[in-house]
Nanobody, 113 residues
Framework: VQLQASGGGLVQAGGSVRVSCTAS????????MAWFRQAPGEQRELVAR???????GYANSVRGRFTISRDNAKNTVYLQMNSLKPEDTAVYYC????????WGQGTLVTVSS
């Protein structure tokens, strides 16, 4: 299974961006999925998760600003990020909640102050 994250870029503080995750070789609708991020010099952390039935959960640092969703017909998981802060700068990765797939390259989101 290969995970492909896309949609990152440079955004000003207070702005928004949506990142997407697709997979080849697997159907994401059968898995509880999550978005993770890794800032320079930091460990990778889970920021949002979504169950097979669509129940979502968020890290305290992003709750109320980020929204995870999934489109099973497109085999895609999304992360809508609003009210971005410089501390949200990181490479964003998707994976199953149990991190069972190999990590893809992620997509870099840079938030300028």
């Amino acid at each position: 299974v290969q995970l492909q994250a896309s949609g990152g870029g440079l955004v000003q503080a207070g702005g928004s961006v949506r990142v997407s995750c697709t997979a080849s070789g697997s159907t994401l609708s059968r898995a509880a999925m999550a978005w993770f991020r890794q800032a320079p010099g930091e460990q990778r952390e889970l920021v949002a998760r979504i169950s097979i039935t669509g129940v979502t959960g968020y890290a305290n640092s992003v709750r109320g600003r980020f929204t995870i969703s999934r489109d099973n017909a497109k085999n895609t998981v999304y992360l809508q990020m609003n009210s971005l802060k410089p501390e949200d700068t990181a490479v964003y990765y998707c994976n199953t909640q149990s991190r069972s797939f190999s990590w893809g390259q992620g997509t870099l989101v840079t938030v300028s102050s």
